[in-house]
């Protein structure tokens, strides 16, 4: 029991002030987006909507879906999303495994350690990344967009130091029983390391879903973008040649509407995803930071 001072009540409620002023602040953008999405032409092109849709209609959603073009992107976006982050945590798990271990069980863990980590401090660059992946015959496949990132270094070192916190007397117990290490691996390191897999599958989904750079340098035909390059090319360059939309329709509903509907449906997947991972996220980030 301790003794709560006006000086501790005013700081806890400052903190609580904060908290939530930077929550409003992340989560009215996304309502105005959403708003927008569902005004008419004249409200959002006047810039005349906030926080509530004026003139409501779903127009824009009726367009965006009907648009091949989107959907096409959408698909290739969940794909590379689904498939991407499958291969990505089987590659960093199996990778983490032996790198966890001491230098006394695995000869030579320090030299491969910093081979991953030279890797993430320095790249050969974008020229003859791309020269690669061409001479791979890799241009214009969906394993352009997912190899190159498959073993991300961060996510590495993440899954090695929380395979590290797990109690030695498990691993030896298993091997006492007549485990090898695959066994070992799959019936003791991964389900006491759920939380670590959540917060790392999480990030990774993300950074599949939002990438558009590679999409837009190693996609040269417009059908095969996945959703973050085909939205760059709609919203930020201002091409609308993949939206399937015709000057009739282009004056009956605001380009405005069109660009919210198509940023809010493209942020949705993941806010629907996070819900059933934030138990683990927080966790997973915490558990291991302090060593007993």
Known sequence: MYHKTTGYRIFNGFNLFFIAAVSLLCVLPLVHILAVSFSGKAAASANLVTLWPIDFTVDAYTKTFGNSNFLSALWISVQRTVFGTLLSMVLVTLTAYPLSKESLNFKGRSLYAWFFIFTMLFSGGLIPSYILIQKLGLINTMWALILPGAVAVWNLILMMNFFRNVPKELE?????????????????YLPVSMPAIATISLFTMVGQWNSWFDGLIYMNDAAKYPLATLMQTIIVQQDFSNMNVDATQLQNMSQRTVNAAQIFIGALPILLVYPFLQRFFVKGIVLGAVKE
């Open 172 to 188: 030896e117990a298993s091997f006492i029983d007549g485990a090898n290490h695959i066994t070992t691996l799959f019936r003791i």
